[in-house]
């Protein structure tokens, strides 16, 4: 499922016994009323970690939610969940449905539950009143045919939705990828921000034509994040440039956090990102070799997977808890706390561990502070009936709030909601405030907006909440609340928010943003202007300084893609600006200023034969060897763009990362572009000579003339010839999990050879097959018994994902300076028994202990079947698929 690589579950006591979560919360779920949900038992502390402060409960099992994909609760408490039974890599429909759970007496436990309604592959939900949006896979005659996003109705509250969804976007991701390969990079989660749009994330599928209810028509290359209205219009590219995020988390500010998947050893690892409207992130091609070009993430985390994301924002939280993102990691297990501070028009963060819980997928909030979070637990690429649960966290001493009813609310106690400590509750408010008589409603939204004495996020929610109301009648008041501090930021966005409004909109005050003492103004005054579209900008545009850090990496050297820099950003967004505006005229005329280096930055992307011929005429004037020496970069920059997309291939899991564009194609400026380079090169010096060299290898124009170690990007994913390669040794290791997992499913293996196999590569130092043989690590006699061979192949192949109950690995230093690591087999109040991975016994008196410290890491190596052909990676897991002892 999802997009990541993990390990499945092999849950068993030191004696061999078959023993988990999932398992002990399946039969709990047996054993209960359909009116009940799972109770607390023995081993859950021992499977999810929460620090002190919470309160975590069991609330539903695999019974009633099987491979929970995604979750959101409304406001009330009721809980949505999208189960998932087909996985991303399964292709049969069928099997996905979202349940509807209620706990009626709010004592943490499932008391009435419905099948709301059947979709295929959900992938993300957003509960508004009595709207259900949800995002997931469109079937045609038992293929994926693409997905989109659709809203639900449930008006008599019955936990049943009322017909047939009403699509808002359809095709958002890849069609054709989504029938060859499954859902694992496809179009994910969805969330509502306090300005009323719906912010999606898109994985690196891509899409092409997907289209909303206004008919508007929109492709992408890569992922990112789409936004649209929640009646399915204005749908349009927020940011771009993201592998595979899996959700975003959005704070009451408007500022969009996310957390990225792991590029499967191709130098794109987990990354934190706060997005900022219209920027450009880098993956796959400008990452590594392009960084002076891209808003680089705050942070580098390694491998791992990420999923769900919240901004958690609720009054009766820990304050060490509240007001910071969360995003969870599938391939590290746990929810992190991302501490995020200011730095200039962005941030800075710091990582904390927060609950661990086995793949995690999603979380959401209630208006009462419950949070829910989804466990996957081992339900494995394809999905599984029996794995899967949901688990309640609270703060410890949790009282339940009723929440207003919405519906029965005046306008003024609506405004009054406006006001809450509750993130929940403002937006919900905010929602519902929209729906009503639009001149009081705008009255006294604008009442909060413009009350100094609240909070900045109620005025803030009041602000977003007038001008989603007033529309373009409320320009004047919006340009009023624009010249207070506090609101300067989120009036001007406001004022340029929705594009049908833009008309009699002024320039003036985001051109005085600009030079507001404030980077995040003057950030805002940037995508602002962008936005409006008035090229008569454009010089105030280019003014925008260019920090000493904008500097391109040297020749096969990495840049920094993961490091905070500030100082880019509004550069950044003002080439984006620029960009946009085409403003071809603008930047060549400042070609030699003060402003040279913004105009030629904006430049390279601007393919117009006015930019072209401009270049040209000015390369003779220009004095300066250096700034000649950008003009020859520009141009050759502009000899190749990205070529149209239509979604017939994707770039695989591990695509080329060279830059600058992927799959490039020459243009009609190409060949006065490559005539005045050969032109300027014949007259070089030897020195010279390799300037352009490294251009043609750099920029990858191809003019064999200029000579270069060029490497050739892929155009398309290659079609794997699995004959030809399944014998090829290595194989493994160079493969992402998911395409070793596609292969081994038509690769049945030998399991004589994967016998020989089980011996040759070490298993068996570590594992035993007969109860005769001496204990070491989880018994492997009866592993075809109780895990699929998915669930198997998995397990070795990333053996951190979720280690064995009973088999963590501990660490114990004791007196006389001694030190043990191994396995804990039994301990009481006197002595701890250990066994390490050899097999071998040591007992420790407690009182010799000075330090204890459980690992997050199996004692398994990672890359045990590098090495291995597919051939012989099938076998090895056949033989151990058929131990059924």
């Known amino acids: 499922m999802l997009k990541l690589s993990l390990t499945l579950l092999i849950f068993m006591t030191v004696f061999g016994t078959f023993k988990y979560y999932g398992a002990a919360n399946q039969q709990v779920a047996k054993n209960q009323t359909a009116d009940s949900s799972a109770t607390n038992h023995a081993d859950f502390k021992k499977q999810i970690k929460w620090p002190e402060g919470l309160t975590v409960t069991p609330f539903t099992g695999p019974d009633l939610t099987p491979s929970p994909a995604c979750i959101a609760t409304a406001p009330t408490g009721e809980v949505f969940v999208g189960v998932d039974m087909i996985g991303s890599l399964g292709k049969d429909p069928g099997k996905g449905r979202i349940i509807r759970l209620v706990d009626s007496d709010n004592d943490g436990k499932v008391d009435k539950h419905t099948d709301f309604a059947d979709v295929d592959d959900p992938r993300g939900i957003l509960v508004m009143g009595d709207k259900v949006f949800v995002l997931h896979t469109v079937f045609t005659a038992g293929k994926a045919s693409g997905m989109n996003l659709e809203v639900f109705e449930d008006k008599n509250n019955d936990g049943v939705a009322d017909g047939p969804p009403k699509p808002l976007i359809e095709h958002i991701s890849n069609a054709h990828m989504l029938a060859e390969r499954g859902t694992d990079h496809a179009t994910n989660g969805i969330r509502m921000g306090i300005d009323g749009w719906i912010y999606i994330a898109v994985g690196d599928f891509g899409f092409h034509d997907a289209i909303d209810r206004s008919g508007k028509k929109l492709t992408m290359l890569g992922g990112g994040i789409v936004r649209v209205r929640p009646d399915g219009t204005e749908m349009e590219i927020f940011t771009h440039g993201t592998r595979n995020i899996y959700d975003v ?93 200011p730095d200039g028009p962005t941030f800075q963060v710091k990582e904390e561990d927060f609950i661990q819980l086995p793949q995690i997928t999603d979380l959401d909030v209630d208006g009462s502070g419950r949070l829910y979070l989804s466990a996957w637990d081992g339900a494995g690429y394809s999905g599984s009936d029996s794995k899967g649960y949901v688990v309640r966290a609270v703060p410890t001493g949790w009282t339940y709030k009723a929440f207003p009813d919405l519906k029965a609310a005046s306008l003024a106690d609506l405004a009054g909601l406006l006001h809450s400590e509750s993130a929940v509750t403002r937006l919900n408010a905010s929602q519902e405030l929209i729906t009503r008589s639009a001149e009081e409603a705008a009255k006294a ?70 030079n507001d003492a404030s980077p995040r103004v003057q950030a805002a005054a940037i995508v602002s202007l ?102 020859l970069v520009t141009l050759s920059r502009l000899y190749k763009k990205e070529a149209p997309y239509d979604a017939s291939w994707w770039w695989g899991t591990r695509p080329d990362s060279h830059g600058p564009v992927y799959k490039g194609v020459t243009w009609e400026g190409s060949p006065k572009i490559e005539k005045f380079l050969k032109k300027e090169w014949v007259k070089s010096t030897p020195k010279g000579k390799q300037f352009y060299a490294d251009l043609n290898a750099r920029h990858q124009m191809g003019i064999t003339v200029f000579g270069g170690a060029e490497k050739v990007a892929a155009t398309k994913e290659a079609k794997v010839d699995l004959e030809k390669i399944r014998n090829k040794k290595g194989q493994v290791g160079k493969s992402s999990i998911e395409d070793v997992m596609l292969a081994i499913e038509k690769i049945k293996g030998d399991p004589a050879n994967g016998k020989l196999l089980f011996t040759r590569q070490g298993c068996i130092a570590c594992h035993t097959l007969t109860r005769s043989e001496k204990p070491k690590g989880p018994f492997m006699g009866q592993i075809g018994s109780i895990m699929t061979r998915q669930q198997i192949a998995e397990s070795v192949l990333k053996p951190s994902a979720s280690i064995s109950q009973g088999f963590a690995t501990v660490v114990i230093s004791a007196k006389g300076n001694k030190s043990y690591t191994g396995f804990i087999t039994a301990e009481s109040a006197d002595k701890i028994v250990m066994r390490d991975i050899g097999g071998n016994v040591y007992t420790v008196k407690s009182a010799d202990v000075i330090s204890r410290k459980e690992l997050k890491t199996s004692m398994m190596p990672v890359g045990m079947a590098n090495a291995l052909s597919y051939e012989e990676f099938a076998s090895l897991v056949t033989f151990l698929s058929m131990q059924k002892k």
């Open 249 to 341: 988390a959005i704070d009451p500010y408007m500022n969009v956090f996310t957390r990225d998947n792991t590029n499967d050893g191709g130098g794109w690892n987990i990354r934190f990102s706060h997005h900022i409207q219209s920027g450009e992130y880098g993956y796959p091609v400008l990452f590594q070799h392009f960084t002076d070009e891209i808003i680089p993430a705050l942070v580098d985390l390694g491998g791992g997977s990420g999923t769900g994301s919240l901004f958690m924002a609720e009054p009766g939280w820990p304050e060490k808890y509240n007001n910071v993102p969360m995003t969870s990691d599938w391939g590290r297990n746990e929810l992190f706390i991302d501490r995020v501070t």
């Open 530 to 631: 962008n936005r409006l579209g008035r090229i008569e900008v454009a010089k105030a545009l280019l003014k925008t300084p260019v920090p000493a850090s904008f500097i391109a990496p040297a020749k096969n050297v990495e840049g920094p893609h993961a490091t905070p820099n500030q100082a880019i950003v509004l550069p950044h967004l003002a080439v984006r600006a620029l960009v946009s505006l085409n403003a071809v005229d603008a930047c060549v005329n400042a070609i030699g200023t003060r402003n040279s280096t913004l105009a030629l930055w904006a430049l390279r992307y601007m393919y117009d034969s006015k930019a072209v011929d401009g270049l040209i005429a000015a390369y003779p004037l220009v004095k300066s060897a250096k700034e000649k020496k950008q003009i």
């Open 445 to 514: 939204a604008l009442g909060v907006a413009s009350d100094a004495s609240l909070p900045l996020y109620a005025r803030v929610a009041g602000t977003y909440t007038y001008a989603q109301i007033a529309r373009e009648k409320g320009i004047p008041a919006l340009i009023e609340l624009s010249k207070n501090n506090d609101l300067r930021e989120f009036a001007l966005k406001a004022l340029t928010d929705r594009r049908a409004d833009l008309q009699n909109v002024p320039v003036e005050p985001f051109l005085a943003g600009l």
